[in-house]
DNA sequence: TAGATTGTTAATCGATTAACAATC
DNA sequence: TAGATTGTTAATCGATTAACAATC
């Protein structure tokens, strides 16, 4: 379990380069220069310098950086070029609204079933994505061969879900829900921290004077 | 601008302590150790003492803290006892996601108002809140005396929706849109990074073997 | 060429971890 | 008391920023 040579820090960065990128390329910007990133993404130019070469890509001295190379070195680091399957479990609010999002295909991940332990969803196609009974899941990604899951379910039942997920041959669990879960070793956890923005947002409120009415 | 002086790990850390604590309360514990809580939560029990000691919250040697106290001195650390209320602009997938969760009135944000570009979605309410339209934002979010801003739209139209609520009178923009908004010095901006989490997991995907399909 | 830009090596800064004294 | 636990001070680690040589 060798860490990545390449730090998180920068790996949480890539994406902002990238959606920076598509936007620029989309005004026919074709070359952009590391301090021009910087200044437009407020972050320091050395920073975008190290973040950039991280990726493998290399620009000309006085020119820049072809705005094309660099998007296709950040898909090929991050492996976006090819999607691979996932399921999601929890087709509430929020896992209804990632099988909505567009970027995720683009992004390596393409969800092709959903379970919902509500009878009401059981059946329907949400987003595209059928939705199949929680109680099968076991089953239903053994047989499409899935090797990765989505967790977008309560707390409580997270870590029972993802038992079942490792249980079923996943491989890989991005985690939606606010626990803390107990996996093997070799089973890969990405958690998304909602609450951990809305901690900061929260607490420059209160440092900023009083916004509450 | 003073930098704050809790450190922004620690507070993203927070809430995974809050979330822990009111689980174990819910199972009856009363009592806990920051080194049980450093165990179950994969941290080191130094920085699980540090951080709580940010909040102001105080052990007993040889006992440990009390939940309930723990529990108390991060609600009130984050402002999370009381509500301030805040408008959403974008209620598409992610947006109604957010009007749905059942946690942020607890977490120190009432959304009161939501905006939408939709005609099919103006004058409905989600999740029990108003849904006006897009080009009413300033003259409601002022008439309402709305402080606070969520933004979930698409990342080409929301820097013209931020100028907007700046000029309403938003002094804190909670964002979703992948993009570095540009706003005055004294707005707050807190960007919410979906896909710096998903960097993460896809490179973790990416070097540990193929997952891919 | 001159100068803008790249990319690397060194210095700084800040967070994490280790060591340890204080307490009940 | 003895020992578990707290909480603080010191050491380490890693990321950011600064300095600078290389390049077209």
Redesign the pocket.
Known sequence: MA?SAV????LR?LPKYYHYLKRIQGEGQEI?????MAEDLG?????V??D??ATG?????????RVADLLASIETFLNWNSASDACLVGAGNLGSALLGYPGFDKAGIRITAAFDAHPSKVGKKIHGVPVYPVDKLEEVIRRLNIHIGILTIPADRAQHVADVMVQGGIRAVWNFAPITLDVPDDIIVENVELYASLAIFSRKLSERGRLKA
């Open positions: 860490a730090p998180n820090p920068t960065r952009v220069s590391a301090t021009q972050i320091h130019h050395t920073q310098r190290k950039l070469a890509s290399q620009g000309k001295p006085k020119v820049g950086h």
